[in-house]
Every structure is written in structure tokens, then in C-alpha cells.
């Protein structure tokens, strides 16, 4: 419209507007000053949109950002045999899945003593249990805890070592560590500690489970010797557990032998599996079985690895966890005491 009054008003553009040229000159000019302010108007929404851009722009890589450190946070703290990479034996004694698979074996174990605890103090006296292993190795044998922290153990071998570890809150270890510990205190009052009567207790009270205990042979051993129905034939025992008999550890005594159990079942995985290159003090400064003087720990042979077994047995109890590692630890040699036992009542 501005361009428009200017041509009609102008006295020279309004002498040329009879001239076609003249108007079409007029017209063009007319466009540009409307496109200039049109464009003019337009200026500050192209300036609220550019900077609506950056500032979205900002944001999006303000969240991605975030998104990025939490999984990268998530990363740090996992275990490095979830990510199955290469770490080392300190680190994985520190490792926060073997906290937590410590305080579910626990949890597991003890039943209702520590469900009223509660989980989650479950798990910090686990951690606190951990840290005094660290402490007290670094005290006793600053050699072997330096050579932890340069021992490297592949994804595969720390998930063997964790593994290991599972069997002690498997369902059929936990009702087999319930029937020996009320063994070995019927025994205790009733026989006076007879050991071959406590042979024959153990044997009886462990039977009904001669088929959990060659499944769970198989799952750690390759060699299975018979299948235990054939032995069992027509005998059918009963199986009935009552803890209200046994011995009762305080709650902090079951966390604290529990975490050493599992502390030194650890190193022992790494020993099998590592050879020379695992340091044995790790290992021998969390071993129980001194109190009899015997390892107690590898199933022994004939009547001498029964005894041992079941001196292990006698010095675990009433330590759930401990009788566990017993039992897994002289696996071979209790399937064969209780193969005998059943050979015996079934004439097999």
C-alpha cells in the first residue's frame, strides 16, 4: 500500500503512470517493499524458532547425557563376570554380586532367624563381613593380598567361582544341612558322640535324599558311579526334618560364619581352577575344620574320608552354612556312605 501511494502520488511517477513501463516499474517496486516487510514481521518468529532449536537441542543431549552416565554407572558397579570380562581376585572378593549372592544363600539357609532381620540389614552386615576378610588378610598376609590384586581371573572362572557358590542356597542343600545338623544333635544327646553311631544317623537321616545327593554329584563331578535306584529297590524311607532340636546361632554369628564360609569356598574354587597362581593362605586363614585339626575339606578316602567328613560335620554344626560346605566339599564320599547304608537295609 506504501509502495502503491508512493507511485500514484509522486508528482515524476505520476506524470510516467500513463506509460506501461512506468506502471509495471511501479508494480515491481510495490512487490519488493511487500516482500521486504513481510520479511521484516517475519525476523523475530525466525529468532524465537532458532533459539527454540538450540534450546531443544541442549536438552536433548542434557538427557542423553544422564542416560549415558546411569548406564555407565550401572556398568562400574556390576560384577565384571556379569559383563563377563576379565578382572581379578581382590575384585571380585569385593564384587557386589557375591554380597548379594551371600546374603540370599543366608536368607535361604537360616530361614525365619533371619527374615525377621530383614534383607536389607542382612546385606550390610554381609558387606561389613567381606570387608573384615579384606582387613584381616591385608593384616595377616600382606603378600597373598597383593598378589589377589594382581591375579587376573577370566569371565569364566569368576562365573565357575560364583557358581560354586550357588549350591549353598539350592533348595536340596538346605534340607540336607537341616537333616544332618538334627543328626548330629540327636547324636550328640542321645549316643554321647558316638561316631559310628553318628555314621549310621547321618546315613539314615540323609537316604531319602540319596537322589538329590547324585543329582548334585553329576551337576560337580562328570563321574557318577551308580544310579541310586537301583540301590534303593523297594525301600522307601521317610524323611522328616525338625530344627526346633538343634542348636540356635545368634543372628550375628550365622551371618559372620556364613560370609567366611563362602569367602574360603571362594578362594578354593580359584585354587582349582587357577593352580599355583592363587595363593593358599587366603584359603587355609578362613578354615574352620583347625579346630580338629584335620582339613576336612577334600573328600578323603575309605574310612578315613567318612571320618573326616563327618569330624567336619561335628565342627560345623549348628553353622547351616558350614554344614553345607561339609557336604559339598566330601559329596563323593557321602554318596558313598549312604550307598552302603542302603546296600545294607535293602540287601542289595
Excluded at 556398568?75 to 546374603?103: C, H, N, Q, Y
Excluded at 539314615?204 to 551308580?226: I, N
Excluded at 578354615?287 to 574310612?303: K, Q
Excluded at 560346605?325 to 547304608?341: F, G, P, R, S
Amino acid at each position: 500500500a506504501r509502495a502503491r501511494a508512493s507511485c500514484v502520488h509522486h508528482p515524476q511517477h505520476a506524470a510516467e503512470m500513463s506509460s506501461p513501463a512506468a506502471r509495471e516499474r511501479c508494480h515491481d517496486e510495490e512487490e519488493d517493499e511487500e516482500v521486504a516487510f513481510v520479511a521484516r514481521r517475519r525476523a523475530p518468529m525466525r529468532r524465537v524458532a532458532a533459539v527454540a532449536a538450540v534450546l531443544a537441542t541442549f536438552v536433548g543431549l542434557s538427557v542423553c547425557l544422564v542416560l549415558c552416565s546411569m548406564v555407565l554407572r550401572k556398568l562400574a558397579v556390576a560384577s565384571p563376570s556379569a559383563r563377563g570380562v576379565s578382572s581379578t581376585a581382590r575384585a571380585l572378593l569385593a564384587s557386589e554380586e557375591l554380597r548379594d549372592l551371600t546374603t540370599d544363600n543366608l536368607m535361604a539357609l537360616h530361614g525365619p532367624s533371619l527374615a525377621a532381620t530383614g534383607r536389607s540389614s542382612v546385606r550390610d552386615r554381609v558387606s561389613l563381613g567381606f570387608d573384615r576378610i579384606q582387613r584381616q588378610l591385608e593384616q595377616s598376609h600382606p603378600d597373598a593380598a597383593e598378589q589377589l590384586d594382581r591375579l587376573e581371573v577370566s569371565g569364566e572362572q569368576q562365573e565357575a567361582a560364583l557358581r560354586s557358590l550357588r549350591k549353598f542356597g539350592d533348595a536340596r542343600m538346605v534340607l540336607m544341612s537341616r537333616s544332618v545338623a538334627e543328626a548330629v544333635e540327636d547324636n550328640a544327646r542321645d549316643e554321647g558322640g558316638d561316631s559310628a553311631a553318628l555314621q549310621r544317623r547321618l546315613s539314615d537321616a540323609l537316604a531319602p535324599r540319596l537322589a538329590d545327593l547324585f543329582h548334585m554329584h553329576a551337576e560337580m563331578s562328570t563321574d557318577v558311579p551308580v544310579d541310586p535306584t537301583s540301590a534303593l529297590g523297594k525301600w522307601h524311607p521317610q524323611l522328616e526334618v525338625d530344627m526346633s532340636a538343634t542348636r540356635r546361632l545368634s543372628v550375628l554369628d550365622g551371618i559372620t560364619g556364613g560370609v567366611s564360609a563362602h569367602a574360603q569356598a571362594l578362594f578354593e574354587s580359584l585354587e582349582r581352577q587357577l593352580g599355583g597362581k592363587m595363593p593358599k593362605a587366603p584359603a587355609r586363614m578362613l578354615s574352620f575344620e583347625s579346630s580338629y585339626g584335620g582339613s576336612g575339606m577334600g573328600a578323603g578316602s575309605g574310612d578315613d574320608g567318612t571320618a573326616k567328613f563327618m569330624d567336619c560335620i561335628k565342627a560345623a554344626v549348628p553353622d547351616p552354612t558350614k554344614v553345607c560346605k561339609c557336604i559339598a566339599d566330601n559329596l563323593e564320599k557321602v554318596v558313598q556312605m549312604v550307598m552302603a547304608y542302603v546296600k545294607s537295609k535293602t540287601g542289595a
